[in-house]
């Protein structure tokens, strides 16, 4: 029988090693993650009591994020979104093509992004009185 089978006894690539060293998985039955493991072991094993080490995560943000939070803030009520249909384009993606329009047009930060949601309602208005 193989190691026991509590994770912090063994790692995954000595129990498995143990079931085909005892003849309980034949060498066919293998996962394929263990030959490149053979092939390309880790520089540190990976066991349950190794301490990770401290790497501070920096904050990724980019411009569209920033406006984007903010039109999620501003606008609470948007429409449903079906994923199924890629014809269709969010009401998110609409309202950043129009700010980054209007951005090229050497508006303000604040300008583009007050005429980017007067544009986003008169679309909804147009939308509403077309049906």
């Not at 990770?52 to 039109?71: G, L, S």
């Not at 009520?77 to 047009?105: A, G, P, R």
Request: aromatic share 10%; net charge positive; charged share 30%.
């Amino acid at each position: 029988m193989a190691q026991t089978r509590v994770e912090k006894v063994g790692t995954i690539y000595t129990r498995i090693s143990s079931l085909i060293r005892g003849g309980a998985m034949i060498e066919s039955e293998k996962p394929l993650w263990y030959t490149i493991y053979e092939k390309f072991p880790p520089k540190y094993e990976p066991k349950y009591d190794r301490v990770t080490p401290h790497v501070p995560i920096r904050p990724i943000y980019y411009k569209e994020d920033v406006i984007r939070a903010r039109f999620h803030k501003d606008c609470k009520n948007l429409d449903i979104m079906n994923l199924k249909n890629k014809k269709y384009l969010s009401q998110t993606k609409k309202f950043l093509d129009t700010y980054n329009e209007l951005q090229m047009l050497n508006l303000s930060d604040e300008a583009a992004y007050e005429q980017a949601l007067e544009k986003l309602d008169q679309q909804k208005e147009d939308t509403k009185n077309n049906i």
